[in-house]
T-cell receptor, first 115, second 117 residues
Framework: GAVVSQHPSWVICKSGTSVKIECRSL??????MFWYRQFPKQSLMLMAT?????????EQGVEKDKFLINHASLTLSTLTVTSAHPEDSSFYIC???????????FGPGTRLTVT | AQSVTQLDSQVPVFEEAPVELRCNYS??????LFWYVQYPNQGLQLLLK??????LVKGINGFEAEFNKSQTSFHLRKPSVHISDTAEYFC???????????????FGQGTILTVHP
């Protein structure tokens, strides 16, 4: 099946610093990548939708200046959490979608802890 | 807009017993339906999906689900569970092709299935 990787899988950073998370589709081209956030014992909340070569579309309530998304190619999207604060600590999951009726393929997630 | 309700937040069951995880959805347009499983500290793995055709869908690991349009439900079932099925299960919907939200997934709150020996 299709494989999506995320890097890093776990990161700890100090408050005020920025962290970049990569999402790669390893064996298919993803027209669209989605970024989700999951708090402990809660469901996934869609943060933004990113299409290759265009600006990301953010869901209501998500600060686009804080969560910078770049979709540089059909196999790579990055999420940068800028000026991170402890409340940004969460599990971030990306998914890649090839379009059509195909399902989204999820990455393994990145655990971000801001101290 | 669509919404998904998973009626049980936790389902405990004994090994080899049958299980049903309930999911209801609401949408003004046609949707695709999915069930995903999440093991601790991992991403989501697709169990099965309904796109069109037969309303009974079979997935991996012995799971199946039935799409009921009149009841707007997509319940997940397994006739005999194993310890390794212990995980969190998410029901999700995606708007049908051509919609403005096509491709976006809306998730239910999740159901934690715990299989006891």
């Amino acid at each position: 099946g299709a494989v999506v990787s995320q890097h890093p899988s776990w990161v700890i950073c100090k408050s005020g610093t920025s962290v970049k998370i990569e999402c790669r589709s390893l064996d298919f081209q993803a027209t669209t990548m989605f970024w989700y956030r999951q708090f402990p014992k809660q469901s996934l909340m869609l943060m933004a939708t990113s299409n290759e070569g265009s600006k990301a579309t953010y869901e209501q309530g998500v600060e686009k200046d804080k969560f910078l998304i770049n979709h540089a190619s059909l196999t790579l999207s990055t999420l940068t959490v800028t000026s991170a604060h402890p409340e940004d600590s969460s599990f971030y999951i990306c998914s890649a979608w090839a379009g059509g009726g195909y399902e989204q393929y999820f990455g393994p997630g990145t655990r971000l802890t801001v101290t | 807009a669509q919404s998904v309700t998973q009626l049980d937040s936790q389902v405990p069951v004994f090994e080899e017993a049958p299980v049903e995880l309930r999911c209801n959805y609401s949408s003004s347009v046609s949707v695709y339906l999915f069930w995903y499983v999440q093991y601790p500290n991992q991403g989501l793995q697709l169990l099965l999906k309904y796109l069109s055709g037969s309303t009974l869908v079979k997935g991996i690991n012995g799971f199946e689900a039935e799409f009921n349009k009149s009841q707007t439900s997509f319940h997940l079932r397994k006739p005999s569970v194993h310890i390794s099925d212990t995980a969190e299960y998410f029901c999700a919907v995606s708007e049908y092709a051509g919609g403005t939200s096509y491709g976006k997934l809306t998730f239910g709150q999740g159901t934690i299935l715990t299989v006891h020996p």
